[in-house]
């Protein structure tokens, strides 16, 4: 594997199958499997499902709606989307493994039909222009140097008046961010945006900012509930210790204090193209 970002993520094999075992042993029927009970493992950024929701919420979806999903990892964020607005959702991940696990996933929730997933890169996006009529991205660019290329591709295939929502880790103002943390283990990998470039970064690529939203008191209490949760009953069937591996407790632990000392921010930008 090449590409360091892509050997990061997927430095295990045969996602699905090792997703589908934990399922099982804690008693789950694939056949039954609602969206909900794979958010412990396929909405893998701060918040969860619930910011998914939140962000969508804000895109003025509807069921004729063809949404982009950049960056899409095991399609968590494109199940939740596609099921609740019953509209179409494609998925486009630098990581083939988490495509292929995308789709399997997709498959055991019967919502094989309304998304699609396929490998790509987000500097260079395999659509045509003004293809979708929204687009989204959660807690991408963090991985990513040419952040102008990433929304200058986004504004491409949104059509003109097209809502492009953003959710993503930005550098804070407490110091430098305490690795390992779940998008690398290592700076070399990790680029994080500062929140005043992150606006001029989307006003050059031609968006018009319509919201902003800082949600890093949540992100911080989520993560802070989340370990308390998982110390007092244990953690659920699956997490991304499935494809992160060990290292996982250690990153949780960095984030809750990247958080907390304002190392790290999230921050959602709902624009228009
Ligand atoms: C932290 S995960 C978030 C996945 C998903 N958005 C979610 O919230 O569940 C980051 C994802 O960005 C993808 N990624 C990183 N660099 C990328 C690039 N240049 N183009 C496309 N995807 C990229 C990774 O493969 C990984 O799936």
Redesign the pocket.
């Known amino acids: 594997m090449s590409?360091p970002?892509?050997a990061?993520?997927?430095s295990r094999g045969g996602l699905a199958d090792t997703i589908a075992e934990g399922l099982r042993r804690a008693g789950k029927d694939l056949n039954e499997l609602k969206t909900a009970d794979l958010a412990a493992v396929?909405?893998?950024?701060i918040r969860?499902r619930r910011?998914?929701l939140e962000l969508a919420e804000r895109m003025h979806l509807g069921e004729d709606s063809r949404v982009l999903?950049?960056?899409?990892?095991?399609?968590?964020?494109a199940r939740t989307v596609a099921e609740a607005y019953g509209c179409h959702v494609t998925?486009?991940?630098?990581?083939q493994a988490?495509c292929d696990a995308a789709e399997a996933l997709s498959d055991w929730v019967n919502l094989g039909n309304r998304v699609a997933f396929q490998q790509?890169?987000?500097?260079n996006l395999p659509f045509t222009d003004d293809q979708f009529d929204a687009v989204?991205?959660?807690?991408?660019?963090?991985?990513?140097p040419?952040k102008d290329k990433?929304y200058e591709e986004a504004r491409r295939v949104i059509k003109p008046g097209g809502i492009f929502a953003v959710?993503d880790v930005l550098q804070g103002e407490g110091g430098d961010v305490l690795f390992p943390v779940?998008?690398a283990r290592e700076p070399s990998i990790s680029h994080l945006a500062r929140p005043n470039e992150m606006e001029s970064l989307l006003a050059d690529a031609g968006f018009k900012i319509l919201d902003v939203r800082d949600s890093t008191g949540e992100s911080q209490n989520w993560f802070e509930e989340m370990m308390a949760r998982m110390a007092q009953s244990g953690p659920p069937p699956v997490t991304f210790q499935a494809f992160l591996g060990s290292d996982f407790p250690e990153m949780a632990r960095n984030q809750v204090r990247n958080l907390t000392e304002r190392r790290i921010r999230t921050v959602s930008y709902i624009c228009e193209a």
């Open positions: 590409d970002v892509a990061h993520y997927s396929d909405e893998f950024h969860g910011a998914t999903d950049i960056g899409s990892g095991l399609g968590g964020p998925g486009v991940d630098l990581t988490f790509g890169d987000a500097t989204m991205t959660i807690h991408v660019a963090m991985n990513i040419a990433v959710y779940p998008w």
